[in-house]
């Protein structure tokens, strides 16, 4: 009963920053533009390649709806929330907010303005946000 409530707990605690999780997706395909470096293999990358935030090895935030499911294994497949237990165990490593991963996107974004000449940047970030339909409000699809 009290892994239940603990649970509950976090994922309404997630569930309530939807609307800044939201904004991850843009932030992220907008950093890796920014610091011409554009890995698919990166955390950040998983926010503009499958719509999720990895908040430890085994959970994540599908950025869309803010619920908690398991490590993606391949691709854009449905998503599988987080079992209870497994996120109860987790309690204290899940202290990360949306606020703090915008505040780390926009810091990275700002660092790298001032090393990289802008150039064509908007277009390459456009066209990619096209390639990865990051809309806004995000929607995984």
Excluded at 68 to 86: A, E, M, T
């Amino acid at each position: 009963m009290l892994i239940d409530m603990v649970a509950r707990l976090v994922r309404d605690f997630h569930r309530c920053q939807k609307h800044l999780w939201n904004q991850v997706p843009e932030l992220a395909l907008r950093a890796a533009v920014s610091c011409d470096y554009m890995s698919h293999t990166t955390p950040r990358s998983l926010a503009y390649t499958l719509g999720v935030w990895r908040l430890t090895d085994e959970i994540f935030v599908e950025l869309e709806t803010g619920e908690l499911v398991r490590k993606p294994v391949s691709g854009r497949q449905d998503l599988v929330p987080v079992d209870d237990d497994r996120l109860a165990r987790a309690v204290p490593f899940l202290g990360v907010t949306a606020r703090d991963v915008i505040r780390d996107l926009e810091n990275t974004l700002e660092s790298c303005d001032r090393v990289w000449n802008a150039g064509d940047k908007e277009v390459r970030f456009a066209e990619l946000r096209k390639e990865f339909r990051i809309e806004n409000p995000y929607r995984r699809y």
